[in-house]
């Protein structure tokens, strides 16, 4: 089962990379740009097969995948490929340059990269992290709707039979403490609670906001019982509880004052409707952000972990050795296999998602630095025409190679730090 996990997780990643480099070749294609090779990996090629005028191969390492355009940026101020510089940084320029116009043939001078409008090449780079969205999207969608989702419901799992502050963090009840509105009231296991206070819900969080709000306060409460409805009636009682922050998350070691019924709610497999997979997937979207900001100050912790023998933290970043280690995991849980598959499925999801947000970053030699480089050139075009200087031409995105290089090389010991990490301690689910 183990295995099983990891070759679901594998070709999910596999179709995640053809899927990416598809956005950039199709845009390419209609754009009328040349695209002599479609690759999905790096490394020795195992397979592949020329159609037109594209190789479409796959190669030995599946850690990635690109589309080569021909052109990707604009000769030297002389027409042509620059002369060889001494200049280390002038050399990463002119070796950029001179790969961009490899295989070129008679009648390309109209079909590269460069040459494009502006716009066409922000489609074309946009094209391929877009498509990792889509696919998270229809996968949050396929399981959020089709599966559901592991949460809390309104359906009572146990009573609590006296009041004790949440930051006391304990469960033994002393003879100081007062009954519980909840064991007061008559609530019991099993019990599924359907309207609050005349308000009618199933979903937790509504539920629990509304005790929250109510301290003090007596109030009715309608619960399904063996199949009938019973309405009891309480007194919510003032107590210190988990602050929740804006998306309704609990915020760790952090308290407020507020309403206190007094019961755990059980957990269940609950089926979302569109509306409340939208909300679910914009708060993994706002999670995804902060994480991606969050990520220089993890290092230190990941670096203990690896080399000092730390504890490896939860929301530790992973690599694709990390993810599919937990793709096999999760392939060995005591869960049914609907559900199985469907966290897989998350797995997935969540990793085109992180795809698209780190693609989008402004750095070469992600999409994001071509992004940027054609919207500065766009703007700079549109300056010089409001203020009738000559057009200054296509911004050459070669002069930031040294850049792109200096940013590879940080991403690489990255990859390397996370790779080890997830190697000797790697993040577990179960």
Known sequence: MMILGIVVFAVGLLISIAWHELGHLSTAKLFGIRVPQ????FGPTLFSRTKGETEYGIKAIPLGGYIRMIGMFPPGPDGRVEARSTSPWRGMIEDARSAAFEELRPGDETRMFYTRKPWKRVVVMFAGPFMNLVLAVALFLVVLMGFGISQQ???????????????ENRDDCRASDPASPAAAAGLEAGDRIVAFDGVRTDDWNQLSDLIRANPGEQVPIVVERDGREVTLQAKIASNQVAKKDSRGQIVQGE???AGFLGFSAATGIVRQDFDDSLVWMGDRVGEAVDSLAALPGKIPALWNAAFDGAEREP???MGVVGA???????????????????MALMLVAGFNLSLFLFNMLPLLPLDGGHIAGALWESLRRNVARLLRRPDPGPFDVAKLMPVAYVVAGIFVCFTILVLIADVVNPVRIS
């Open 324 to 342: 599919a280690r937990v793709g096999g995991e999760i392939f060995t849980l005591d869960i049914p296999p609907t559900q199985q598959l469907a």
């Open 255 to 257: 308290y407020v004052t």
């Open 38 to 41: 479609y690759m999905v990996g």
């Open 153 to 167: 419901t309104t359906t009572v799992s146990s009573v609590s039979q006296c009041v004790i502050a949440q930051s």
């Open 315 to 317: 929301d530790s970043p």
